[in-house]
């Protein structure tokens, strides 16, 4: 049995006391079990346990490589996670004996400094036999007792060090108390023993082995337990944040962060620090890491809470650039290149490319990428078979993979990060994005956002980058930015945000969600079109609610508010405005995201269908059913080149 | 009084040295070198309290020996060949990488014996019963696990040989070394005497303590002190050497992992220590096991280090030319180099020109998740024939060339079953070594032609992931099962392929065009002088003018106007090329014409791979 004590609390008692304690632990704790056995003693006659005090919370707690010689006999206090944890040992306690002569049992033998002696002659007065005293094993007494190996957390090892470990001593009720991989913080007694060699041997080992004698352990991440969807735990970067070390600190510090009010431009700023402008397309992309809600309803309907991104764009646009920026700041982030990409499989395929020799790895991608950003480049070099795996993977999250007749669901919680270069070598501002990248609608519409990124051919960026490759390279990067996160406390930051902050829609939020969908919806009932374009649908409202989602985490808001949907609105609308324009007519048409057609395009191929109609019925009129079919087509040769499928359905009416 | 103690110190300090045996009883001078420190401070209530992580002046002694005084070629060099003809107790030499860090151990620094302190400092073993623990000092060292450099080629083990140990064996007969024992001892004598006059502490000393321990393992027959050899159950592949280092009085920070430096010490082996020891009653040593239990002392030596350096490309050179690295000197050595190059490429001059830059190149800095200074180089347009022919030789110069190289045949068996990643075995507590544990400055040949198409398994998946990771930000992944670490690098890679390696993504790739095949063979002289210039340029500071900013920019702006397809990566690595190719001509600082050289091989490049 045993009674904690909080060491805080022994040094409001006294400060004295406290130093005293943690200098000379041995002698002072013995007083304190004696005073505590007095008490309960006087509380409770009957109590026949020994009760220890456990002393925990010590004001300052070491490093474990910090470890001196001069802490030896002291109490510490340090952080650290279980590698190892040995068997349970019984260590004998109280030794029994047994004359076999006569067969008395002797008292109670107390084991002192790990020996026991052996009473040499039977106690009874009748036997008195000498040396046939045996041990009695099943009346002994026996106490538990372990060994585990404790190591430095990764965030205490210096640059090109590796961690130190330590040996932890436990006793009775603190063995088993910590399983391998378990971050604790051990209170104990730092204590080091001289190497006998064997008492034979002349000469002494001048060497020292220490160990900790563990007085109380305390899990620091008993909390992660209860976090479901978190990212995955035992990623380093996940870790960095985790709760060790100077968590509490650090944590603070992101709070801190968390509070200033331009912390969103700051973390934009932050992202990618040394590409420029292309600010909107970066908030996109915080809203990726960041991402919203999974949501699954107790129907079983699934609702992910994943953001995925296209970006498109000319080459030299540093779009592989940020997809290797983001590669290194998500977590399980992978990268990986559309032309090897197999979707599925835990194994990859290296594959040759017959003419140039070039070797292609084939790697599957998204399941190893579950619960991070799987970014993809040269999406659209994918082979189609992958490209549809892609579907199931973007919309269930979920990747089925046929083998032995058994089709398993793998799960690819994966937010996809893709970017592909249009099809001619740049992008044709007058075609629409469907006809730039040979993309299948269905698979385009999966993207929440997609931006386009175009080479405006501008002297000033082009400056700009140069004095920077040119500064990276004389070593003396320009100033850096003010107000500019480090990519270590970004990481920190989004994997503490995705971990903790799990916003709810306030009303007022929905309500401006309601408000906003409907009027994007009404956008598209232009008064001079008869059709109605679709400009929104029920995917973008599911964007909107994750982009919402997200960006109230970046501020570790619980609730998402008024201002987070309407940003998530601008950021819907400018990569809209980008992809989903339609060039005839210059407005947002969803159309052309879902089928690929926008509707002014349909229109017009319902104003010819009908004008050839209109002009068969007449020819037929005038030349009566046995006209041929060439003569009828005769005339539109025209119409036939610039709208082959629309064509096709004519000769039939 | 105070004069004469300032004479008095001079004095020791003059005694001090040459009288004793360093080499062959270092311990002796250490011993007395301690006990002369410990008298002089004798006037406090705990003498030695100030000695401890501080060094009283005998590695100064040591360290005057062996740099000032030419020491060092007396030194042997500790390694696998003559393990069992060192003799314990005496001074050595290890090269050697940094391969994993054992942490700190305790040890009885000093304590007091009778009246007299006596340190057991760079040794393991006490010659005393030690005594209560209230008068002894616990002091710490810290422990490396060394190995030799992988992929260290053959000559620059030549470069500092040390005496000939069979030699040495022969001539140092065990009176001999009595003697000069002896001889030290009196000196130590001598100078107590002198110096403390009637001072009693350290007169009283018996004679016998200096001599103990290493007569006594002198006396050992020679067989029976022979550590032996048994390298197969060795944990480092194709190594079946290595040396636990342990290193005083410094913060642990300065050695990093991976260090490739010089330690010279004290090599100490105790063969009756050695034997193993099965009857251990105590329960609790079988528990607490030490990770150095399993480094046995009779197969890795143990080395007390006095002193320690790290070692550059520079130390393995032959002979130091102190020439100064003028630009028409080195510009001399690269013509050379230059056409051997092409020679060995079947007179490729623009794949030559390449490789030269690749192989002086070397990581300046690291921008958040940029490296700035590498040049990974792909040769592609080769077969399995051509490698054969071309990339034979190539290895041959490289091997020749740099101090540490690999060649690493790349196949699909190889990535399924080659261990790359180093892992923290935490059963043991030791860092078990993969492929990619390298020095700072190793180079590696890939050869990729005989990679062909199959099915790579998790593992195999695993060390492209890593290999693409070093190509693409020169940092390897240390597995410590719990948690991965990142260790930053600096390796140069050189692939060999059939087209353009997409698993392993260089910063350059050029087709190669051989046109003749001819067998050359460089002279030893050449070859030393190519060494040098390599080691030398690649140390080279770069200084630059800031005009020449304004007009790289202007240059940078205008190519990119031609050219909407330059980005960031091909911008920087021109002037990393740029770079490399002026001080490969000895000038510190970047002009513009080396700047146009760099886009002409460019747009060389560019046209052939049209």
């Known amino acids: ?653 | 009084r105070r004069e004469s103690e300032i004479h008095r110190r001079r004095k020791a300090e003059r005694m001090v040295g040459p009288q004793y045996d360093l080499v062959g009883n270092p311990l002796g001078a250490v011993r007395a070198t301690f006990e002369r420190a410990a008298a002089a401070e004798s006037g406090g209530r705990d003498p030695v309290a100030a000695f401890r992580s501080k060094d009283w002046g005998a590695s100064e002694v040591f360290r005057s020996f062996l740099f000032e005084q030419g020491g060092l070629d007396k030194v042997p060099l500790l390694d696998a060949s003559n393990l069992g003809l060192i003799k314990p107790n005496t001074l050595v030499r290890f090269r050697g990488m940094v391969q994993d860090m054992l942490g700190n151990e305790f040890y009885a620094g000093a304590f007091k014996d009778g009246s007299t302190w006596r340190t057991n400092k760079f040794t393991d073993f006490s010659p005393f019963a030690m005594p209560h623990p209230c008068d002894s000092h616990l002091w710490e060292r810290h422990l490396f696990h060394c190995v030799p450099v992988p992929g260290q080629n053959s000559w620059t083990l030549e470069s500092s040989p040390g005496p000939d140990l069979r030699q040495m064996a022969n001539c140092l007969t065990p009176e001999q070394r009595e003697k000069r024992k002896r001889d030290g001892d009196d000196d130590a004598m001598d100078v107590s005497e002198n110096g403390n006059g009637g001072s009693s502490s350290c007169s009283k000393k018996p004679k016998e303590d200096d001599v103990q321990i290493p007569s006594s393992s002198a006396e050992m027959p020679a067989s029976e002190n022979v550590p032996q050899m048994n390298g197969n159950d060795h944990h480092i592949p194709g190594s079946s050497f290595s040396c636990l280092v342990k290193i005083y009085d410094m913060p642990e920070s300065q050695v990093k992992l991976n260090d490739v430096a010089e330690f010279i010490g004290v090599y100490t082996f105790d063969p009756e220590l050695a034997a193993p020891n099965d009857n251990s009653d105590d329960i609790m040593f079988d528990l607490i096991e030490d990770v150095t239990a399993q480094l046995p002392p009779s197969k890795v030596p143990r080395l007390h280090c006095l002193v320690w350096r790290k070692l550059s490309s520079v130390d393995f050179l032959a002979k130091h030319p102190a020439v100064e690295p003028l630009p028409s000197l080195l510009k001399g050595i690269r013509q050379s180099l230059l056409s051997h190059l092409t020679l060995v490429l079947g007179k490729d001059d623009l794949a030559a020109n390449c490789l030269l830059l690749h192989l002086l190149s070397r990581l300046r800095t690291r921008v958040d998740v940029v490296t700035v200074g590498r040049l990974s180089l792909n040769f592609t347009g080769f077969n399995r024939e051509s490698v054969s022919i071309f990339g034979k030789q190539l290895n041959t110069l490289i091997q020749g060339l740099m101090p540490y190289s690999q060649a690493i045949p790349l196949s699909i068996e190889y990535l399924n079953t080659a261990t790359l990643q180093p892992r923290k075995d935490n059963k043991s507590g030791r860092l078990v070594t993969g492929v990619l544990q390298l020095p700072q400055g190793a180079h590696l040949t890939f050869d990729e032609t005989l990679l062909q198409s199959g099915s790579l398994a998790s593992k195999g998946v695993e060390n492209t992931v890593l290999l693409k990771n070093l190509m693409e930000s020169q940092m390897v992944e240390y597995d410590f099962e719990y948690y991965k670490l990142e260790m930053a690098t600096d390796v140069q890679l050189l692939t060999l392929s059939e087209g353009k390696s997409n698993i392993l993504p260089s910063d350059l790739v050029v087709p190669f065009r051989a046109s003749t095949v001819s067998a050359v063979n460089a002279t030893s002289e050449e070859l030393e002088s190519w060494r040098w210039y390599l080691a030398t340029v690649r140390s080279l500071p770069q200084s630059s003018e800031p005009e020449i900013y304004q007009t790289i920019q202007d240059e940078m702006v205008s190519a990119m106007r031609n050219d909407r397809s330059l980005g960031c990566t091909e911008l920087s690595r021109w002037l990393t090329m740029a770079q490399i190719t002026a001080s490969s001509f000895g000038e510190k600082s970047l002009s513009l014409e080396h700047w146009q050289m760099a886009k002409e091989l460019e747009r060389l490049r560019k046209e052939r791979m049209q």
């Open chain 1, 1 to 653: 049995e045993s009674l904690d004590v909080d060491a805080h609390d022994v040094f409001d008692h006294d400060p004295d006391l406290y130093g005293k304690m943690v200098r000379y632990p041995l002698e002072v704790l013995a007083i304190f079990d004696i005073v505590l056995m007095d008490l309960v003693a006087r509380m409770e006659p009957l109590f026949e346990k020994h009760i220890q005090t456990r002393i925990y919370n010590l004001k300052s707690s070491i490093c474990l490589r910090n470890l001196n010689p001069s802490d030896i006999e002291k109490m510490v206090s340090i952080k650290g996670m279980i590698i190892r944890c040995s068997s349970v040992i019984p260590e004998l306690k109280e030794a029994v004996f047994r004359c076999l002569v006569c067969g008395f049992y002797s008292e109670p033998v107390m084991v002192d400094r790990g020996r026991v002696t052996e009473p040499h002659i039977c106690q009874k007065e009748q036997c008195k036999a000498s040396n046939s005293m045996t041990l009695v094993h099943n009346r002994c007494r026996f106490a538990d007792k372990q060994i585990i190996k404790l190591q430095e957390t990764p965030d205490e090892i210096p640059e090109g060090g590796t961690p130190h470990t330590v040996s932890v001593l436990m006793h009775d009720k603190l063995v088993d108390a910590g399983k391998p991989g378990d971050r604790v913080e051990i209170t104990g007694i730092y204590r080091a023993m001289s190497i006998r060699i064997g008492p034979s041997q002349r000469t002494v080992k001048s060497i020292f082995k220490t160990y900790i004698d563990c007085l109380h352990i305390k899990k620091t991440d008993k909390s992660r337990l209860h976090i479901e969807d978190s990212m995955d735990t035992d990623n380093t970067n996940a870790s960095k944040s985790s709760e060790d070390g100077h968590v509490t600190d650090k944590i603070d510090k992101l709070k801190e962060l968390s509070k200033l009010p331009d912390i969103y431009d700051r973390l934009t700023r932050s992202l990618a620090p040394n590409i420029w402008e292309l600010d909107d397309v970066k908030r996109g992309l915080l809203c990726q890491l960041f991402g919203g809600n999974a949501l699954r309803l107790p129907s079983g309907a699934n609702f992910r809470g994943d953001i995925n991104i296209l970006l498109v764009g000319d080459p030299g646009t540093s779009k592989s650039q940020l997809l290797q920026y983001m590669h290194k700041l998500s977590p399980r982030g992978i990268y990986t290149s559309g032309r090897g990409s197999s979707a599925v499989g835990l194994t990859a395929y290296v594959a040759k490319d017959p003419e140039t020799g070039e070797t292609v790895l084939e790697s599957g991608a998204l399941v190893l990428s579950d619960k991070g950003v799987c970014c993809i480049d040269e999406f659209d070099k994918m082979s189609d078979n992958a490209r549809s795996m892609l579907h199931e993977v973007m919309e269930q999250q979920t990747v089925s993979i046929a083998k032995a007749g058994i089709i398993a669901s793998l799960n690819a919680r994966t937010s996809v990060l893709a970017c592909a270069n249009p099809s001619e070598s740049r992008y044709n501002p007058r075609l629409s994005v469907i006809d730039n990248i040979h993309l299948p609608p269905t698979l385009l519409s999966r993207f929440d956002l997609i931006y386009l990124i175009l080479d405006k051919a501008d002297e000033q960026t082009d400056r700009r980058l140069a004095k920077h490759i040119v500064s990276l390279h004389f070593e003396n990067p320009e100033v850096v930015e003010h107000q500019v996160l480090d990519l270590s406390t970004l990481v920190a930051y989004i994997s503490y945000s995705r971990k903790y902050i799990h916003p709810k829609l306030s009303d007022e939020a929905a309500e401006e969600l309601t408000r906003g969908y409907v009027a994007m919806r009404q956008r598209g009932n232009n008064p001079g079109s008869r059709k109605k374009v679709i400009t929104a649908t029920a995917r973008q409202i599911e964007s909107l609610i994750r982009l919402s989602e997200a960006l109230a985490r970046m501020r570790f808001s619980e609730v998402v508010g008024v201002r987070d949907v309407t940003e998530a609105f601008r950021l819907l609308e400018v990569a809209m405005q980008q992809s989903a324009t339609d060039h005839a007519t210059g407005t947002i048409d969803m159309d052309l995201i879902m089928t690929g057609v926008s509707s002014s395009e349909r229109q017009r191929r319902d104003n010819l269908v009908a004008a050839i109609r209109d002009l068969v019925m007449e020819k037929m009129q005038l030349a009566g059913p046995s006209m041929r079919m060439a003569e009828v087509k005769k005339p539109y040769l025209s119409v036939h080149v610039v709208c082959p499928d629309t064509i096709a359905i004519c000769p039939l009416s």
